[in-house]
Structure formats: C-alpha cells, structure tokens
C-alpha cells in the first residue's frame, strides 16, 4: 500500500502544510482577530444569569462583603461550574475561559480560584445549596411557561406522577495522597461519594463526598442526602405530589426505609423501590415460588428469558416485620449474561436472581410494570458516568473540604447543562450525552463581529449544528428575566 506522506516548511511567521490525497494543502499562521473557540459555552454562563444561579452565588459566599470586584467569590464559583459543564478537568483549565475575555469577560486566576473554593465552609455549602435550590425554582418555572410542563419518568409508556429520585454511590479513585482517600471495597484508593439524581431531567440534586472505606448501606449517609436532595424540589412541587425513591440493596436498610415511611408524616407523598439482599429465608421464598410470569422489556415486549414472582405472601413474617408495613417482596429470575457475577444459588439453579422491595399498594400496577420501574435505576450509574467527566471524577485537592466544594460545584454543572437541554434545546441535542454536547455545540468556534454597537457571535454557516445553538440562543434571550 502506498505511503502518505505530509512535508512541512517554515516560512516568514508561517508553517505550511501539503496536502494529502484526502485532505486539502494548508497554511498555518497566527494573528487571527475576533475568533473565538468554545462559543457555546456562552449559553451556560447566560443561563446561570437567567436562572438566578450567578446572583444567588454571589450573595451566598458575599456575605460580610463590603467593596465588589469583577472577582466575587459567587460569581469565580459559576465560572468553575460552568468549566466543569464545559468539560474541564483541573482549575487550570481556567485559562481557556479566561483567555477569551471579549466571550466570557474577566476570568480569575487560578489562585483566585483556589482561594475561593478555600472560603468555602460548610455554613457557605449550606447557602450554595439554597441558592441552587432558588436557581432551579425558577428555572422550573421557566420550564413550564415555555414547555408547559416538567418532564416526567415513563415506564413501559406510562408517565409517572410526581419525581423520581435515584439514590446511588460510586468509587472515585486518588493517584495520591488525599485528606480521608482510603482503600475500598473494590480494593482500590479513593473516595466513595453518594449522590442523588432526579430521573427524568438527569439534575443532580444532591452529592456527600465520603471516605473510600465509608459503608454502602449505611444509613445516616442517605438520610442526610436524601434529606439534601428533598430540599432541591421546589416546595409547592415537593408537597402534593407523589416522590418515588430508588436504590440497590444499599438503600434497603429498616433504618432508612423507616425513615423514608415517617416522611409521609411530614406530608410527603413517598414510596421506595429498593434492591435487597438474597438471604436465606429470600432463597426459601423463591425456591417455593411457583407463579412465574414472564417479565418485559422497557418497550413492553416480553424480556427473553426473563421472569419474574411476587414473594410477599411465601416469606417469612419474621423478615416482612423489619420492613415498613405494606412492603412487598417482588424477585425477577434470568439466564445469566456473559461476565455476570453469580452466588452459589444462581450457579445451581441456572438462573441469576434479583430481589427488590416496594411498598407500591396492590392494585397500583402490575408486578411487571414495577419490576420495570425498579430496573429502570439503572439510568443512575450513566448519570454517574457521565457525572465523573463533569467535574467528579477528579478531585483536585489534597484537603477534604475543598474537594467537597469541588463537588458542590460539579452537581452545579451538571443542572446547567441539564436545564440548557430542558429550556433550550430540542430532539436528539436535548437527550444527549454531555460529551456530544460538547463537541457539537459547546466546544464550536465562532467569530466575534462589532457592527453599530452591537456584538455578533456568528457560528459557520456550514457546521451541522448552527441551527441549534442560534435557536438555543434565542430561546435563552426570550425567557423570563429573575426578579431581584
């Protein structure tokens, strides 16, 4: 096969390049003026504006504040966040905002930075939070005069009433030495952070950075986020509409689950669905279980080699007792995929088995469609996944406290690029994943034109993707302004 070959030469400040046989000859020289790269980014830092996020930061670490720069400590943390929605992995990255002061105005320094998420205390958390929360009232409100209506979780072609809320913890890794990094359960080094999503927007409602040898179950963790994450909801949606919890096994502690059922006591509408653990009186269960249904799939069509059983009525009272009344014991049973990691039951009986608890009253769905509905947790872990590119799955400082603000501001955002998709965009860009956001509209070059008093951001005329970030910036200019 015939070798390609690319020759370059220097001449008087440029760098010329030859052509290929599939691509065309180029010279590359600097000095260009009015371009600038990154130029959707500007719709998350115009969206903070919108929203309330930057003014409600700046009040929330301006305390005691007396002379006001370009620099307050609010408005350097939007800019973090929106660094880390933008795909940024380190303070330092930084400078690609700052560099580019005509899009994104002044910028601070990376020691600015530093300094600021160094202020950040747990009182100032608390007040970063609260304004959170404020921002997503509004852009909530936002949501419904444009779209008319919040985005709901749909099982098997059914749209859930009320929130869903998916609780789930990750392993993050340290590559050094770290306040509170230690070894895991994975035989690993790092933290073990709890997290709290809202299902049908992706929002990340609330996250505790934790030791990496903090337990999977354990309860005061998830009472204290689930707790965080309620008080994101807005108050008049949190009261008077149903809030369904998910988690794996680990949230299936009585403690929590109790704690979960004395919350209707508070005037919330809460059920759970919860994974739970295959103990001994569980395998006598399903050994005796003889109703097998066929389970489904997410569209509905049966799951091949799938079914699953209601177990409430054959275990043991003694277990049901330590769940809240009216918990129900739902098992599914499957051919196990490749790779997939099986007890000593599953081995002999062939089948890999799952168990969840619900207390979802009879009659209020089939087993099939809540076994569907439970699975469908599974969405948490793309949540965390793409969570870990958008800020924390790199914490960059040796001290606790810092990398805690640090993940305060990456669930930051995560809610921006969370609401640009809700408010802004439409079809496949507001159900894409946050590195196509990025390559397709984020990360666009563009140039900066002044004509009579007026900046224009004009993006290619041919790039795929204009149509969508011009209508995005449209539709940002004609939401509702905060009232201050």
């Known amino acids: 096969m015939p070798c390609l070959e690319s020759r370059s030469s220097r001449t008087e400040g ?95 320094s990376d020691p600015t930075a530093w300094r600021v998420l160094d202020g950040i ?18 852009a909530w409100t936002q949501l419904l005069e444009t779209r008319r209506s919040l985005p709901a979780t749909t099982i098997l072609g059914r749209r859930l009433p009320g929130f869903v809320l998916d609780l789930d913890a990750t392993i993050v890794l340290a590559h050094s030495e770290k306040e509170s990094a230690a070894a895991t ?53 949190r009261y008077g509409n149903p809030i369904l919890i998910r988690s794996d096994s680990a949230g299936s502690s009585h403690e929590f689950l109790a704690h979960l059922r004395g919350l209707r006591e508070q005037g919330l509408q809460t059920e759970f669905s919860v994974g739970v653990a295959i103990t001994e009186p569980v395998r006598t269960a399903i050994t005796a279980a003889q109703e097998w249904v066929a389970a489904l799939d997410g569209d509905g069509s049966p799951r091949d080699g799938a079914e699953i059983v209601e177990l409430t009525d054959l275990t043991d009272a003694g277990l049901l007792a330590s769940f809240p009344a009216g918990t129900r014991l739902i098992c599914r049973r499957e051919r196990p995929h490749p790779g997939a990691q099986l007890s000593l039951f599953d081995t002999i009986n062939g089948k890999r088995h799952q168990v969840f608890a619900t207390d979802t009253p009879v009659g209020h769905g089939s087993i099939q469609f809540l076994e569907v509905r439970h699975r469908a947790h599974a969405r948490v872990e793309d949540r965390i996944r793409t969570g870990k590119t958008t800020g924390f799955g790199r914490f960059p400082s040796r001290q ?20 640009t998709q809700a408010l802004l965009l439409d079809g496949a860009m507001a159900a894409a994943e946050p590195k196509k956001l990025r390559y397709r509209l984020l990360h666009v070059a563009a140039k900066l034109t002044r004509t009579a008093r007026t900046t224009t951001l004009r993006i290619a005329a041919g790039w795929p993707w204009t149509t969508d970030l011009v209508r995005a910036f449209e539709r940002l200019a004609a939401l509702p302004e905060p009232v201050t």
């Open 14 to 108: 440029t760098f010329r390049v030859q052509g290929t046989r599939t691509r065309p000859r180029i010279v590359v020289a600097g000095g260009a003026r009015g371009v600038v790269g990154h130029a959707g980014t500007r719709l998350l830092t115009d969206l903070a504006e919108k929203a309330g996020l930057t003014s409600g930061f700046v009040e929330a670490l301006g305390l005691g504040r007396v002379r006001r720069s370009a620099y307050e400590p609010g408005r350097v943390a939007v800019d973090l966040a929106v660094l880390l929605a933008d795909g940024g992995e380190a303070i330092s990255d930084l400078a690609v905002l700052r560099q580019q002061p005509s899009l994104f105005g002044p910028v601070a």
């Open 121 to 138: 205390d747990t009182p100032a958390l608390a007040r970063l939070r609260a304004a959170r929360a404020a921002a997503r009232e509004l």
């Open 185 to 237: 359960w994975k035989h690993s080094f790092g933290f073990h952070p709890l997290l709290c999503f809202l299902d049908a927007t992706g929002e990340a409602l609330a996250g505790m950075l934790r030791p990496g040898n903090a337990g999977s179950n354990t309860a005061a963790d998830h009472i204290t986020v689930l707790g965080q994450a309620l008080q994101q909801i807005p108050e008049r949606h």
């Open 400 to 419: 606790f406290a810092i990398n805690q603000a640090w993940l305060e501001l990456a669930l930051t955002g995560i809610d921006l690029l969370s609401w």
